[in-house]
């Protein structure tokens, strides 16, 4: 029969850590990659693993290819310290590594993601398939500096079974967090020789909110779902309008 690890990058995860170390505590291995915490995560972590590294940070898809590396086993369970595995995963991903199929190479996973204490579901935010569970041989993230995704060699299945993401809680958290997430988006941006002009302060907000208020029916999650969708129209606005003030400083 195979193990399972489970990978995880954290920074400042201290709130976090805890739920979703126990939520994962079943597994063969756990590994956890620190970006320097300041606050109590490391020695959090350490009550769980013994396998507790650090390194500074650069940028998400790095961070979670280096964790990747210090993985033991095949399977690996890659989290964010905001996600929980809830039962019903658990048991699913345990039956997965015990068949030891060579079926599929990895597996996508619906993301259930929690907004200041409520399930929004709408909004192009559930079912959120990400790519979670893959055989580390076959799997690796890709060079992207924010929203990291795994290229995979081979077939990827579907799970019906949830992770449970609880992302903000709260609307200055959102905000705090994508300064650092419209930052790396506009190193990738730049990276790929993109520019930002001004239609684009206009146009992507809108359609950002127009897509997930009406397209993905936001609507129907109330004012949850509004102000989630503005929130979402605001972080694209600030990527173009951080890109734009790059593109103003160096002259082009």
């Given at each position: 029969?195979?193990?399972?690890?489970?990978?995880i990058i954290?920074?400042?995860?201290?709130k976090n850590i805890?739920?979703?170390?126990?939520?994962?505590k079943w597994a063969d291995e756990?590994?956890?990659?620190d970006?320097?915490?300041?606050?109590?995560?490391?020695e959090?972590?350490?009550?769980y693993t013994?396998?507790?590294?650090q390194?500074?940070?650069s940028n998400?898809?790095?961070?979670?290819?280096?964790v990747?590396?210090r993985?033991?086993?095949?399977?690996?369970?890659?989290?964010?310290?905001?996600?929980?595995?809830?039962?019903?995963?658990r048991?699913?991903?345990?039956?997965?590594?015990?068949?030891?199929?060579l079926?599929n190479?990895?597996y996508f996973i619906?993301r259930?993601n929690y907004?200041?204490?409520?399930?929004v579901?709408?909004?192009?935010?559930?079912?959120d398939?990400v790519?979670r569970?893959f055989?580390?041989s076959?799997?690796?993230?890709?060079?992207?500096?924010?929203?990291?995704?795994?290229?995979?060699?081979?077939r990827?299945g579907y799970?019906d079974?949830?992770?449970?993401?609880?992302?903000y809680r709260?609307?200055?958290?959102?905000i705090?967090?994508?300064?650092h997430?419209?930052?790396?988006s506009v190193k990738?941006m730049q990276?790929?020789?993109?520019?930002?002009?001004w239609?684009n302060?206009i146009?992507n907000?809108f359609?950002?909110?127009?897509?997930?208020?009406?397209?993905k029916?936001?609507f129907?999650?109330g004012?949850?779902g509004?102000?989630?969708?503005?929130l979402?129209?605001y972080?694209?606005?600030m990527?173009?309008?951080?890109l734009?003030e790059?593109q103003r400083i160096n002259?082009?």
């Open positions: 029969m195979e193990k399972i690890s489970i990978v954290t920074h400042n995860e201290a805890v739920e979703c170390l126990e939520s994962v756990i590994v956890v990659l970006s320097f915490s300041d606050d109590e995560t490391v959090i972590c350490r009550r013994d396998k507790v590294f390194s500074k940070f998400f898809s790095l961070q979670k290819n280096m990747l590396d993985a033991n086993n095949e399977w690996v369970l890659s989290l964010d310290a905001d996600e929980r595995v809830s039962p019903q995963l048991e699913k991903i345990v039956s997965i590594v015990r068949e030891n199929s079926e190479a990895g619906p259930r907004f200041f204490g409520r399930w579901r709408h909004c192009g935010l559930y079912p398939y790519l569970l055989r580390k076959k799997g690796r993230f890709k060079d992207e500096f924010v929203h990291e995704s795994v290229a995979l060699d081979g990827a799970m079974e949830p992770l449970e993401h609880f992302t709260d609307i200055d958290g959102f705090e967090r994508i300064k997430y419209t930052t790396l990738q990276r790929d020789k993109r520019k930002s002009r239609f302060l146009v907000p359609a950002a909110f127009t897509k997930m208020y009406f397209i029916k936001g129907l999650d004012s949850l509004f102000v989630v969708c503005v979402y129209s972080y694209a606005f990527k173009y309008a951080k734009w790059k002259g082009s």
